[in-house]
């Protein structure tokens, strides 16, 4: 089966640095992205990880361990407008994405 | 770029009457879409898989006959809410990959259809 776990909410000051971490159970895995998805509109792509490690891009970065089925997504910096939902998915095979609930980000000034 | 666009955005019916929901890639050529829904402050639940000239691969416990999927061509594919009912309500997003970068997978996201049924 697939199962992909991510905090439900989670709450950062504008300026601050904030981890939104997602473990993974899936029959296949390829790699695993994360969205950016704001209320009403469809999600955005943030990042790709297929090996172990750290990808950084800009102020945001995301890390992998395909051994702990682990992920999570680094947000330095926090403004305003990152108040949203961030979603990670699995990539199972033959692109086909499963993806976690999403964690609701609200950044207070 | 990767644009992949719905229409309508935003939809409103009586219950009985059958919607239908385009998706198209602007830009590239997707031999594969899929078509997701979300209820509010809920993940995006895929409910079928499409491919360009055969029949959609649809998920456990999405009814075929009542959520139409054609694929006609590369850049389009269609949802087709039939007898929509109350809830049905939902948000309604397409996404598609390019062939071309195959070995990432990306999916790209329309902007998503609302359909609200009275």
């Known amino acids: 089966g697939q199962n992909i776990d991510q905090p439900t909410e989670m709450t950062a000051t504008e300026g601050a640095i904030v981890q939104i971490n997602c473990t993974y159970q899936?029959?296949?895995?390829?790699?695993l992205f994360w969205y950016q998805q704001h209320a009403g509109e469809a999600p955005t792509f943030l990042s790709y990880?297929?090996?172990?490690g750290l990808e950084e891009k800009g102020r945001f970065s995301s890390f992998l361990s395909r051994s702990k089925g682990y992920s999570y997504l680094l947000l330095k910096e926090l403004q305003m407008k990152d108040s949203a939902s961030y979603l990670c998915?699995?990539?199972?095979?033959?692109?086909?994405?499963?993806f976690g609930k999403g964690t609701m980000l609200l950044v207070s000034p | 770029g990767a644009v992949v666009s719905q229409h309508p955005s935003r939809v409103i019916c009586k219950s009985g009457t059958s919607v239908k929901i385009e998706c198209r890639s602007l830009?590239?050529?997707?031999?594969?879409m899929f078509w997701y829904r979300q209820f509010p402050k809920k993940s995006l639940m895929l409910m079928a898989t499409?491919?360009?000239?055969?029949?959609?691969?649809?998920e456990q416990g999405v009814e075929k006959d009542k959520f139409l999927i054609n694929h006609a061509s590369l850049t389009l594919s269609t949802l087709t809410v039939t007898s929509a009912h109350p809830e049905d309500s939902s948000f309604y997003i397409c996404?598609?990959?390019?062939?071309?970068?195959?070995?990432?997978?990306?999916?790209?996201f329309g902007p998503g259809t609302r359909l609200t049924v009275l």
């Open positions: 899936t029959s296949g895995f390829n790699g």
């Open positions: 990880n297929v090996l172990d």
């Open positions: 996404s598609a990959t390019r062939d071309a970068h195959v070995e990432d997978n990306e999916q790209f």
């Open positions: 499409s491919n360009e000239g055969s029949k959609a691969t649809y």
């Open positions: 998915a699995a990539n199972s095979g033959y692109s086909t994405l499963t």
């Open positions: 830009d590239f050529q997707a031999t594969t």
